[in-house]
């Protein structure tokens, strides 16, 4: 008797439904307390305190407005909290490091309130400048795509960055660059993430 041939499983793109297991409240689901956020400092927290936002924006140039963002920072010593990093440098008990937003239903808009990370060693010689990791995650997309948020002011860390130096060509290097503004008494960076076209941001095979 012949074996039957089993047809291929569909394939399942992340999303849109994330949002009720990673971000419950934002999904108007109720009782589960200690979700990470988009706030990552309290009154306690040392370091410079910035806001970084933007938008997510698909191959059209629409921005995304049930997408899902998270970051990863070392503190403003640049040491991050976990075992891994055995820098001698201070933990701050305050900041954890990590956050996760998801876009604003409506605009599509992004925030995080956080504090300017130090610089972090590396494998390398040489210190990598002050950043943000990233992760994205979205409709259409298959598994989340790995980035990083670098700062304009901060030139001379950027162009050692070992990381960096990896992006080639080099004028692809401007896709990490967040753009400050003074707003309202706040430091406030902007970042737009291009998933595909012209402008695509730079992502990293993790």
Not at 88 to 108: E, H, I, Q, S
Not at 155 to 180: F, H, Y
Request: charged share 20%.
């Amino acid at each position: 008797m012949p074996m039957e041939t089993l047809k291929e499983t569909a394939s399942q793109t992340a999303g849109p439904f994330f949002h009720i297991g990673m971000m419950p409240a934002a999904a108007g689901i109720s009782g589960r307390n200690k979700q990470p956020g988009n706030t990552l400092v309290s009154a306690q927290t040392q370091g410079q305190r910035i806001r970084v936002e933007g938008y997510i924006y698909d191959g059209a140039h629409a921005a995304l407005r049930d997408a899902q963002i998270e970051i990863w920072q070392a503190n403003a010593h640049g040491k991050y909290n976990h075992p891994c990093d055995t820098q001698d440098k201070p933990l701050d008990p305050t900041f954890k490091g990590f956050g996760r937003a998801v876009t604003d239903f409506k605009t599509g808009a992004w925030w995080f309130d956080t504090i300017k990370p130090g610089t972090v060693a590396s494998c390398h010689p040489r210190l990598m400048a002050p950043h943000l990791n990233v992760m994205v995650f979205a409709r259409g997309i298959n598994i989340g795509l790995h980035t990083r948020i670098y700062f304009e002011d901060e030139p001379a860390g950027n162009a050692a960055d070992p990381v960096m130096n990896l992006i080639e060509p080099a004028e692809r290097q401007s896709t990490l660059i967040a753009r400050r503004a003074d707003r309202d008494n706040q430091v406030t960076y902007r970042f737009d993430i291009h998933l595909q076209g012209e402008g695509e941001t730079v992502f990293f095979d993790i």
